[in-house]
Every structure is written in C-alpha cells, then in structure tokens.
C-alpha cells in the first residue's frame, strides 16, 4: 500500500532544499552581518577598478616598462582566478567565517605592502598574493549568505545588497581611482587597508560562529594541483595571447598546458573518493545555465568597459576622471534595482528574471554602435549606462540565487567559487577576443578613430545573445524557496 504524500508536499515532487530558516537552524544573522560581507565584496570590487587609472603614475614613479606593467593587473587576476575553486573547498571544509577572516587579513595586510613596494617586483608579488586571498574570500562570502539566509526573497535581497555593494566598489574604484591619483598612486593601493581592517574587527563580532566540525572531508590534493594549476595557466594564457598573437607558439603551448591541465583534473576526479569537485555536481544542468550565463555576461561586461575606456580617452579626449564619471550611472542604477531582485525572482521565476537582464544588457550594447566622434553624453553614453545597470541588477543577484539553489551547505561554498571562476575566466577570454578584432580593424585602417569599434561591439553583443540561449538551460520554477534538484 503506497504511503500518502506529507502534508504541504505533492506526491512526485522533491523535498525542498534545507534552507538557513529551517527547523533547529541557527537565527538569520541580522543587517549588520550583511554589512561586513557587502564591505568586503565592496572593498574587493574596489581593488579591481582603483588600479587602472593609477597605472602611468606608477610606471612612472618605478620605472616600470610597458610590458611589466600589465603584470600589475594581471598578477592579480591571476591569483584570484586560480585559486578560486580552492578557496571555495577550503571554506567548505574549514569554516566560512574562518576563512572569510583570513583572508580579509592577508587582503588587507598585502593592500598596505604594496602601498609601499618600492619596485615594481615587490609591487607586482603583492598583487599576485592579495590575487589569492580575493579568491579565498568570495567564495567565502558569497557561501556565508547562501548559507546563513534561507533560499527565496530573504536570500534575494541579501544577494541584491551584495550586488549593490560590488557595483558601487567597482564605480567608486574608478572615481576615487582618480582623485587619489592626483595626490599619490600609493594612496589608490592603500584604499582598502582600512575598509579590510573595519572588515575584520567587525567581522570577529558580528558573523556567526562556524559549526562545530562533524567527520571533516579532507582535501583533495591532486585535485586541488591540477586545478589550480590548469586555471593559472589559462588566466596567463589569456592575457598574454594579444600581444605575442593568438596563433604564437607560445599561446598555442600555454593553452596547449591549460588544456591538459584541466582534462587531468577531470579524470582525477572522476576517480577520487573525496573529490574536490564533484562530478556529479558538474552533470547539473542548472550548475552548466548559470555558469555559461555568467561567464558571458561578465565577459561581455569587460569587453565593454575596456572598449567604452579607449573610446571616451581616445575618441572623445576625456580624463580619466571624467571617464569614471561616465560609469556611475551604471552603478547608481545598479544600486537602486538590485535590492528588489530576489522579489523580481521570487515572482517571476529565476530564468525569465534573468532572461529579461540579459535582454537589457544586449540593448544596452547595441545602443554603443551610436558612439562616434561626437558623442553626446546625454544622448548616447547615459541611455547605454542606465540600461546596463538596469541588465546587472537582474541578472546577478538572480544568477547567484540560482548556482546554490538545491545545492548542500556542506558544497555551497563550491557552488560560489565555480560561478566566480567562470565569471573571470569569461572576462579574460571575451577581453581577449574583442581586443584582438579591434586591433585588426585599427591596423587595417590607421587613420581612423573609430576603426575597430564596431567589431568588437559586435562580439560583445553576439557574447550577451549568446548567454541569454544558455540562461534557457535554467529550469523556470514559480519561486525559489525550491531547490533544483537537476
């Protein structure tokens, strides 16, 4: 005799996820919790914008040659996109909180070495490690929301904060970039010394003890090497392929090395009793949606930042002030939306919530053909910058909902960290491509300002279209209180 269904359950249908409401769970941390961990996401997003403007004035002061001085960048996406998946595992194995201290630590500590590096090695070293450290502490982060506040609108309005926060550091990096710039480059890589230190006292009080540790799971080792080792060499791969050229020999064995890499990392797992990702998670469909969504989404993003950059300095003669002028729209129309995006979710499902961002992204991009010579802010650059703010602040917060929907506590902290290796990995290859179109349409005519522009808008709007096909992957549900179980 069949066992009629629970009350409140439909016979056929999965146990819902076990959410941080649950019964017997530990209270939902209050707002002042969430402050740490936006500060953090604030300060790391921060990081990530400052440096650029700050460039000239440190090859200047050190002396630094052309080629060196992209290391100042590139060290640092190196090690946050290597030594994510670790990162996210550590947090998983050893404690979110833990590991969210820890690396608030050695972020902020780096932060105030570089700040006095006194040549471009040492500064460059720094980079590389404070690299790291971002790479143990988003997935913390991230996994100590996703954990601690229960799936549907609670969890979506601390995601839209989170988003909120990252998009503000990103934009307030540029402006802020600028202005210490005018004093002291120095001043730019000291920034988030003393956000990481209010952090960090802050965080001792304030986040949630980590669980007492049942049987712990030990780290795959091997894993963890070929990994880790296969994203380094990608990340390098990418970024150094435009200027030695796609198709060198040592692009082509760098790729070659990442390749291998990552296809050993496959079979290691396949094989491992304790596997630092299991397969079993990468077969998830929805795990494969959001993954490609994001990476074509903060692919394009980059492209596009990169793109808008050359165009407002070259074309359009703008300081770099005013450039970052140009971007905070994008981050104030960020803000204001991305608070109500676990509301938009929990109503209208995850995919058609992502979906509509995706589609505001692309038109966003498209209205970037309009740029010319005489571009009015007005008329062209803010219409692109609002729509584009708008498109994030669907998309993000609701990508981040759907990457742990379902997903274990004891394998959240993962979930984080492949999402954000595959956002930077996606930044790195569309980056890549679209500098190379641009470069061959400004060799192929010289003469012209606007050479290149339209190709490479063109990659970045094919990249969002693409994505968008890949968000269909997503299974619609009517709201996210419901784990995936795909």
Request: proline content about 7%.
């Amino acid at each position: 005799m069949r066992r009629a269904p629970a009350p409140g359950r439909r016979a056929g249908r999965p146990a819902p996820a076990k959410s941080a409401a649950g019964p017997g769970a530990a209270p939902v941390p209050g707002t002042a919790a969430l402050l740490v961990l936006c500060a953090a996401h604030f300060m790391d997003a921060i990081d990530l914008s400052d440096v650029g403007v700050a460039l000239p004035a440190v090859q200047r002061d050190l002396g630094m040659a052309p080629g060196s001085l992209q290391w100042v960048v590139s060290a640092y996406a190196l090690g946050y996109g290597g030594f994510l998946l670790l990162g996210g595992r550590v947090a998983d194995l050893y404690g979110r909180r833990r590991a969210f201290l820890t690396a608030v630590a050695v972020f902020g500590a780096v932060s105030a070495l570089g700040a006095l590096a006194p040549s471009g090695g040492l500064l460059v070293a720094a980079r590389a490690v404070k690299g790291i450290a971002a790479g143990f502490l988003a997935p913390a982060a991230l996994s100590l929301i996703t954990t601690r506040w229960p799936e549907g609108p609670r969890r979506g309005r601390a995601l839209g904060w989170y988003t909120t926060a990252g998009a503000c550091g990103f934009v307030g990096g540029l402006v802020l970039g600028g202005v210490l710039t005018e004093w002291s480059w120095r001043l730019v890589l000291a920034l988030p010394v003393p956000l990481a230190a209010v952090a960090l006292c802050a965080g001792r009080r304030l986040l949630p003890a980590d669980p007492a540790p049942g049987t712990r799971a030990r780290i795959d080792v091997p894993g963890a090497l070929t990994a880790t080792g296969g994203l380094v060499v990608l990340v390098y791969g990418l970024t150094q392929a435009p200027a030695h050229g796609w198709l060198s020999a040592r692009t082509v064995v760098l790729l070659g090395v990442a390749v291998g890499l990552l296809a050993l990392f496959v079979r290691v797992e396949s094989r491992a009793r304790e596997p630092l990702v299991p397969p079993r998670f990468l077969r998830r469909r929805t795990t494969a949606g959001v993954n490609l969504t994001i990476f074509a989404m903060w692919g394009a993003y980059t492209a596009f930042a990169f793109l808008a950059t050359l165009h407002f300095q070259n074309v359009l003669g703008w300081t770099p002030l005013q450039t970052a002028g140009a971007f905070v729209p994008l981050g104030l129309a960020n803000g204001a939306l991305a608070p109500f995006a676990g509301r938009f979710t929990a109503r209208f499902g995850a995919r058609r919530t992502i979906a509509t961002g995706m589609l505001l992204l692309a038109a966003s991009y498209a209205l970037f053909f309009r740029a010319g010579p005489d571009t009015s802010f007005l008329t062209v650059i803010l219409p692109v910058m609002v729509l584009n703010g708008a498109g994030t602040a669907a998309t993000f917060p609701a990508l981040n909902m759907s990457a742990v929907a379902g997903i274990p506590d004891r394998e959240q902290g993962l979930a984080g960290a492949l999402l954000n290796t595959f956002m930077q990995i996606g930044g790195a290859v569309v980056l890549a491509l679209v500098t190379a179109v641009s470069e061959a349409g400004r060799r192929a005519n010289p003469a012209d300002p606007m050479a290149g522009h339209g190709a490479g808008t063109a990659v970045v709007v094919g990249t969002v279209l693409a994505g968008l096909l890949c968000a269909l992957l997503l299974r619609n549900t009517p709201r996210t209180t419901q784990g995936d179980p795909s």
